[in-house]
């Protein structure tokens, strides 16, 4: 079992930066892949970055790439979300996930594969 708590959010300019994280509790956490997800106001819930329980794989949507960077300190049990270059596209809700597989180095990108998530944290981008 894996608790998980963001923080981070808020409100910013164009351009600006912000760091995500998210806390987890519980014995599983460095056994776990994690990743973030966002949802915007009338759409869907969409992948945004991922990483292996390990931190030496990561994934990341197409568009974030360049932008955003996912890392994790294990013995912290937290994964930070790096946002560089803001824009107000990147306006939603962020959440964090983790998969319930131990001890796998995969990576998964679909909101099905993770079966703990945290309450979000609001992103939001002003123009």
């Known amino acids: 079992q894996v608790q998980l708590v963001e923080s981070g959010g808020g409100v910013v300019q164009a351009g600006d930066s912000l760091r995500l994280s998210c806390q987890a509790s519980?014995?599983?956490?460095?056994?776990?892949?994690i990743g973030w997800f966002r949802q915007a106001p009338g759409k869907e819930r969409e992948f945004v970055a991922a990483i292996s329980r390990s931190g030496e794989s990561s994934d990341y949507a197409d568009s974030v790439k360049g932008r955003f960077t996912i890392s994790r300190d294990n013995a912290k049990s937290t994964v930070y979300l790096q946002m560089n270059s803001l824009q107000p596209g990147d306006t939603a809700v962020y959440y964090c996930a983790a998969n319930s597989r131990l001890g796998t180095e995969r990576l998964f990108v679909t909101n099905g594969e993770y079966g703990y998530w945290g309450q979000g944290t609001q992103v939001t981008v002003a123009s």
């Open positions: 519980g014995r599983t956490f460095s056994y776990v892949a």
